[in-house]
């Protein structure tokens, strides 16, 4: 029986206007002129990838494809259809769909067009699907690679929890960043940099923040920027909440605090019972 999302080896039929027709002895399949790495001889043995075309019927490549059902493999998202899924180029005419079930509750996590994805093919009802690996399945695949501490890797958000966000690195392996080790919202299949913190049996933990003195620096500014835009006032001092920190300056208490401390040691920024002002 020929195998969709796999490889197959089957022999050619013989030769149409469209391409060589192949078969296992029970069911045939085309190879059109343009998927075929060069020409073949009837009766000649051909190793070819199977996938659906548009009308859902089996159709044969030579081209390799990014990921079959067996093998995972990195893909480009090439459309995103609002409250349906993504689309991704597998290297074959018919891209294939991911489906929503498979990606954040919330569309904007979503990727975007040109994100990359670390998936594995499925079968539904006779046509190829994608489904992102878990953090499981890539610590059940990855090849071993070895980190050293303070390490920068490159690779992919695939995880995304209320506590923190997974990342694929280029060499399939699993990051995980916490909550407090990055800034903003990081959408699912976008690039990033992380920077290995500690190794844990087979899964590694990391941080998308710069080096402290760098974020000091920038968060210094950011209130700079807030008190300089405000009239040299800002209704924050040390003793504000996480949330109003957050709420005004999208950055976390403790950050804050440690920008601001800088910047009063430095004499730029004195306050009272209610706000921070510039000293002029």
Known sequence: MIKIGEFNTLRVVRKSDLGYMLTDSTDE???HFAQSLKEHKDSEEVEVFI????????????VKPFCTMEEPGFVKVVDV???????????TPKDVLISRDYLPFDESLWPAIDDTLFIRLKERK??????????????????????AEREHVMGYVCRITDKGIGVITEDKMYVYVPLTQYRGKHRMGSSCEVCITKAMDEEYYGTLNAQKEEMIDTDKEIILGFLRN????????AKSSAEEVESLLKMSRKAF????????????IDFDESKTFLVR
């Open 29 to 31: 399949v085309l190879l």
């Open 81 to 91: 259809i609002p409250g349906t899924g993504v689309f991704v180029n597998i290297n």
């Open 51 to 62: 996938y659906s075309d548009k009308s859902k019927r089996m159709t044969a490549t030579e």
């Open 230 to 237: 405000n009239h040299g006032t800002m209704p924050l001092t």
């Open 126 to 147: 006779g046509t190829l699907v994608g489904k992102p690996l878990n953090r499981f399945d890539i610590i059940g695949v990855h090849a071993k690679h070895m980190y």
């Open 257 to 268: 605090k440690r920008a601001y401390g800088g910047l009063y040691k430095e004499h730029i």
